[in-house]
């Protein structure tokens, strides 16, 4: 009877241990099955705000005369690629970063004068790839996947061509391969603005 019971118990225990490596195994193998339709189309994931895990935030001068911000860029990339990236200064296969663009207002508050969300404006998406999956298309190239979406669509990008409508914007990182990781201390990135702009 003891005997059953521990033999029950290991197999019990062992497929727990299975089901838990499974569960924790990286969310960035499944990237391309969740994401990418399979004529390489990115989509925006559904559930980036509460999966993904938040790097930081750019904000864009310009909302008014005293100060306030005219846009937010809320940026977030699955958490399995962060401590890949702690460790080895690299984007895996498969990792995504995911920017939300935000429209943003300026107002008067007890705190002062503040800035804060006002509606959605859309989504930037990057999605690595280090197999050339998709060499005839024009979202994909210098080893990622490049996706602009518009507030109201989440499944089919505005960009036709990485080349002219996004990679310039990334130029000035093209060294820390084309993420502006200075901007982001979760990653321990070694590397400061100071680096990029001396």
Same mark, same amino acid.
């Given at each position: 009877m003891k005997r059953s019971l521990i033999a029950l118990t290991g197999a019990a225990g062992l497929a727990?241990? $299975?089901?838990?490596?499974?569960?924790?195994?990286?969310?960035?193998?499944?990237?391309? $099955?969740q994401y990418v339709k399979p004529d390489g189309t990115i989509t925006v994931p559904e559930d980036y705000r509460t999966r993904f895990t938040f790097l930081g935030t750019f904000s864009v001068a310009g909302g008014d005369e005293a100060g306030g911000q005219a846009q937010f860029h809320q940026v977030y990339i699955d958490p399995d690629s962060i401590e890949h990236y702690r460790r080895n200064q690299t984007f895996p296969d498969g990792a995504i970063l995911v920017k939300e663009l935000q429209e943003a207002r300026a107002l008067n508050m007890t705190t002062g004068h503040v800035s804060s969300w006002e509606e959605n404006a859309g989504w930037f998406v990057m999605i690595k790839d280090s197999q050339g999956r998709f060499e005839d298309s024009g979202l994909w190239?210098?080893?990622?996947?490049?996706?602009?979406?518009?507030?109201?669509?989440?499944r089919e990008p505005t960009t036709s061509n990485y080349k002219t409508e996004c990679i310039a914007c990334h130029t000035p990182v093209k060294k820390t391969d084309w993420v502006h990781v200075w901007a982001y201390p979760l990653l321990g990135a070694k590397e400061r603005f100071e680096d990029f702009n001396p």
């Open positions: 727990a241990i $299975a089901a838990g490596t499974l569960a924790k195994s990286p969310s960035y193998s499944q990237t391309y $099955a190239g210098d080893g990622w996947g490049w996706a602009l979406f518009a507030a109201g669509n989440r």
